[in-house]
């Protein structure tokens, strides 16, 4: 059974939380997921849930708390955005090194400068290398799904690792949409107890977490963490596929919206897919064989399942919401091309940057873009890469 | 995944190792012979040594072992030879020379 409400994305990732009831929360507020803690404290406040919520004084603070609460044996989780993920940043990699199954819930915000409070993926971007597995979502819906499912993938046996499920900030944050709840006992009965084999609070089988190495041992457990961060793609797969069996609503690594016969696909990440997908829907009542790619994990990178996915089409535009001052596009676009080349799947491939900041996308910026595909493929049209959208420029840019 | 981590050891794969280095033990840092960092050497001359112990506490890695209020021979596995404790010493019973190896420099 499931129930029908409104919500915005941190109301719903509150609500998960509240049904999860995690042991241990320390959190410092930053927009724009400030309201996740807020919800969180007002539950314990009202005795809605019994989690130790920690007030801390910075955003290092709140990730070496979690991490320290989650080494002593307690299911832990914090929130964040953009200059808080960055001042975590030693702390993220201390969680993936030393295994800790902890939950981050992270709205995307721009990262400074310039200083900015809007959306974009800077910030997950960012911390792409840190081990941690990303979970990116399009609307609350799945904010809320992706929560759910954190602690079954991060806390499984062949994973370990630390996992970030990311909404994006206002679009999905704040915007009120609505909404399937699950029940509190079928959230409950889905994620189950926590009881780690190995914590420091075991008292008489000590253990030492974070041990200094030397070089002899750290290539050897860097490798280990990869091969976790391997084996969690066939988890998050299984945990999503139980998921559905339970609660109705299924996922993928990604979404393919449209693609099976498509010519140009749209490989896009977080709440401007919807604005991809509605785009494809008026082109596709005109004829245009277009489709979506909808990424949903970004780590562990599916890159032979993209390769595989792209492999029919003519055409594909890769769509940063950042940028990685490097000269030749962004992650995703290194990352997807890279999947390309190896799997020896020669497509035009055009990487594009758009909503930077807050900047805003809409239909017609899809529209323009499917027809420069178009161009691209029938005409062998010469294009820019990493194109910024709806830039102001004195050039055509 | 509780391992005897005394099996653990330089030539152990990778696929062997505990789960992000976790040591199921307690008190092994005691094993990890930090005095090879040493390139100099504290000497200890007993007949010097009046033993007022202003030494042994500010010694930062505890190489001076007490025992019945009396100090006695350096603790050299650990010892980094930072020199500390021949600046403490009234009676010049500490003198620092060069090297690892205490043994083979006198």
């Known amino acids: 059974m499931s129930k029908k409400d409104r919500m915005s994305g941190n109301e719903a990732v509150a609500y998960a939380i509240r049904q999860i009831n995690p042991d241990v929360m320390p959190a410092f507020p930053i927009t724009p997921s400030t309201e996740i803690p807020q919800l969180v404290s007002t539950y314990i406040a009202n005795g809605e849930m019994d989690t130790e919520f920690i007030p801390v004084e910075s955003e290092h603070s709140s990730m070496s708390a979690t991490v320290g609460a989650e080494a002593a044996g307690a299911r832990s989780l914090t929130a964040t955005s953009s200059c808080g993920l960055a001042l975590m940043w030693e702390e993220l990699l201390i969680a993936a090194s030393n295994r800790m199954p902890c939950a981050l819930a992270?709205?995307?915000?721009?990262?400074?400068?310039?200083?900015?409070?809007?959306?974009?993926?800077?910030?997950?971007?960012?911390?792409?290398?840190?081990?941690?597995?990303?979970?990116?979502?399009?609307?609350?819906?799945?904010?809320?799904?992706?929560?759910?499912?954190?602690?079954p993938i991060a806390e499984d046996k062949r994973v370990h690792l630390p996992i970030m499920i990311c909404q994006d900030g206002f679009i999905t944050s704040h915007a009120v949409q609505n909404i399937e709840l699950n029940e509190d006992q079928d959230v409950k009965d889905f994620v189950g107890e926590y009881n780690p084999e190995e914590y420091l609070l075991n008292t008489g089988n000590p253990i030492a977490i974070g041990p200094y190495s030397i070089s002899n041992y750290a290539m050897e457990a860097r490798k280990a963490q990869e091969m976790a961060m391997e084996n969690s793609k066939e988890v998050?797969?299984?945990?999503?596929?139980?998921?559905?069996?339970?609660?109705?609503?299924?996922?993928?690594?990604?979404?393919?919206?449209?693609?099976?016969?498509?010519?140009?696909?749209?490989?896009?990440?977080?709440?401007?897919?919807?604005?991809?997908?509605?785009?494809?829907d008026d082109l596709r009542e005109k004829g245009y064989k277009v489709g979506v790619l909808k990424l949903r994990v970004f780590r562990p990178f599916p890159a032979d399942e993209i390769a595989k996915a792209l492999s029919n089409c003519k055409a594909v535009a890769i769509m940063e919401r950042t940028e990685s001052y490097n000269g030749h596009g962004g992650p995703l676009a290194s990352e997807v091309r890279a999947g390309l080349f190896e799997n020896g799947i020669n497509i035009k491939a055009v990487c594009y940057t758009y909503g930077l900041a807050g900047r805003d996308f809409t239909v017609e910026h899809v529209y323009s873009i499917f027809d420069e595909l178009k161009d691209v493929d029938l005409n062998n049209k010469k294009v820019k890469q990493h194109r910024y959208i709806n830039l102001r420029t004195k050039e055509e840019n | 995944m509780r391992t005897d981590v005394n099996k653990i050891n330089e030539t152990t794969p990778y696929e062997d190792l505990t789960e992000g280095l976790i040591m199921f033990a307690g008190g092994t840092s005691k094993d990890f012979m930090t005095g090879e960092w040493r390139t100099n050497t504290p000497i200890f001359n007993a007949e010097k040594c009046k033993q007022c112990l202003l030494c042994a506490p500010v010694c930062p890695d505890g190489c001076i072992p007490v025992k019945d209020s009396k100090r006695s021979e350096f603790d050299y596995d650990h010892c980094k030879g930072c020199g500390i404790c021949e600046k403490a010493c009234p009676f010049g019973a500490i003198e620092m020379i060069e090297g690892v190896d205490p043994c083979k420099e006198k």
């Open chain 1, 106 to 151: 992270l709205v995307n915000r721009t990262l400074s400068g310039p200083i900015n409070i809007n959306c974009d993926h800077s910030d997950g971007m960012g911390a792409r290398d840190t081990g941690w597995i990303q979970i990116y979502a399009e609307t609350n819906q799945e904010a809320y799904d992706n929560f759910i499912q954190a602690y």
């Open chain 1, 236 to 280: 998050i797969i299984e945990v999503a596929k139980k998921y559905k069996e339970k609660f109705g609503r299924g996922f993928e690594l990604f979404e393919e919206y449209r693609t099976a016969d498509a010519d140009y696909i749209m490989l896009i990440m977080g709440s401007a897919a919807g604005t991809a997908k509605q785009a494809v």
